[in-house]
């Protein structure tokens, strides 16, 4: 089976200094949202890593149907889902994304969400920290 999660990075080495186990948790959230909403016939989503100066940039996008630009502020919030049919037995509590912003802010780092007619993207920002040579 052929995986329909692809990874674009950077060809420089990108440095941040994180709790990996709590991002762990940011990315296996982000990526089974995007799978989740992702086009059912043609999943596809889109994880990159990107240089951006003093920060690193991930983001991971779907490309499924969108969001509408009115729910975009409140997906953070917690306990808030779009589609207000849905409840713990139909799909999750409404918290990940809550926790992902708690994480990357813990992080000193920033997170967004875009979204247009087709695709949402989820974003987060992380300061790179310095590149250390081999040890003397």
Same mark, same amino acid.
């Given at each position: 089976?052929?995986?329909?999660?692809?990874? &674009?990075?950077? @060809?420089?080495?990108? !440095?941040?200094? !994180?709790? @990996?186990?709590?991002?762990?948790?940011?990315?296996?959230?982000? !990526?089974?949202?995007?799978?989740?909403?992702?086009? &059912?016939?043609?999943?596809?989503?889109?994880?990159?890593?990107?240089? =951006?100066?003093?920060? *690193?940039?991930?983001?991971? &996008?779907?490309?499924?149907?969108?969001?509408? +630009?009115?729910?975009?502020?409140?997906?953070?919030? @917690?306990?808030? =889902? *779009?589609?207000?049919?849905?409840?713990?037995? &139909?799909?999750?509590?409404?918290?990940?994304?809550?926790?992902?912003? =708690? *994480?990357?802010?813990?992080?000193?780092?920033?997170?967004? !969400?875009?979204?247009?007619?087709?695709? +949402? +993207?989820?974003?987060?920002?992380?300061?790179?920290?310095?590149?250390?040579?081999?040890?003397?």
């Amino acid at each position: 089976m052929n995986s329909p999660v692809f990874l &674009t990075t950077s @060809p420089e080495s990108l !440095i941040a200094e !994180i709790d @990996p186990s709590r991002f762990i948790i940011v990315l296996r959230n982000l !990526i089974e949202n995007a799978l989740e909403h992702a086009d &059912t016939h043609d999943k596809r989503v889109d994880l990159k890593l990107l240089d =951006r100066g003093d920060s *690193i940039r991930v983001e991971v &996008t779907d490309n499924g149907k969108g969001i509408e +630009t009115e729910e975009l502020s409140k997906l953070f919030e @917690p306990f808030y =889902r *779009i589609d207000k049919s849905r409840n713990r037995s &139909t799909g999750g509590y409404g918290l990940g994304l809550s926790l992902c912003k =708690r *994480i990357v802010d813990a992080h000193h780092g920033q997170i967004g !969400i875009e979204s247009g007619g087709s695709g +949402t +993207t989820v974003w987060f920002m992380l300061p790179k920290i310095a590149k250390v040579g081999p040890l003397a």
